[in-house]
């Protein structure tokens, strides 16, 4: 990659895609710090919530167990957030099935709920309704639009985007660059 410069506001939904192999796992890796950037710096406000795009789950670990498990390590008074997310998500009768025995779709609607549960300012999203049935990716837009009219920080990364309605900010990765694209609205 070479000068990638991108600002997001909070209040606002943005979105990086590229082609495969554009280079959005890297990017992705220098913005949670586990690459340091050639030059530059990253920056972030308040807490921050990553969704990676592969579930990383305990197979032999409940639904519940997970909760517990995030719970404390977000230092949470409560899993009641969780529970609602899983509410909305329409996977809210798992709580007692094994990670390892649920689809890939519900492994996926877990790996956002875990993400979203503490509240966090700003949610970094790598393909996230990746295995998604429609109507729960209908709901992850209203849940990213709930958390940008909270005034929370909203980034998706995604090599797919069928409707580019939901995202105030649109960027393309491409050639190690990062370009924003034109939108009408």
Not at 11 to 32: M, Q, Y
Request: net charge negative; proline share 5%.
């Amino acid at each position: 990659m070479d000068g990638v410069d991108i600002v997001v506001p909070g209040g606002c939904i943005a979105g990086i895609t590229g082609e495969n192999g554009a280079g959005k796992t890297t990017l992705l890796r220098v913005l949670l710090g586990d690459l340091k950037p050639d030059a530059g710096r990253v920056l972030f406000g308040g807490s921050r919530g990553y969704c990676p795009q592969v579930p990383v789950l305990n197979l032999s670990l409940t639904v519940a167990q997970h909760l517990l498990l995030f719970k404390t390590a977000y230092r949470l008074p409560s899993t009641d957030r969780a529970e609602g997310l899983m509410a909305r998500l329409n996977f809210a009768s798992c709580l007692g099935q094994e990670a390892g025995k649920l689809s890939g779709g519900t492994q996926q609607k877990l790996n956002l709920t875990l993400a979203l549960m503490h509240d966090p300012d700003v949610v970094i999203l790598d393909e996230p309704y990746q295995g998604l049935d429609y109507e729960s990716y209908q709901v992850f837009w209203e849940l990213a639009a709930e958390l940008r009219d909270c005034g929370r920080t909203v980034l998706v990364v995604t090599h797919f985007v069928p409707d580019a309605t939901p995202f105030d900010l649109l960027f393309r990765l491409s050639g190690g660059r990062l370009h924003a694209e034109e939108r009408s609205q």
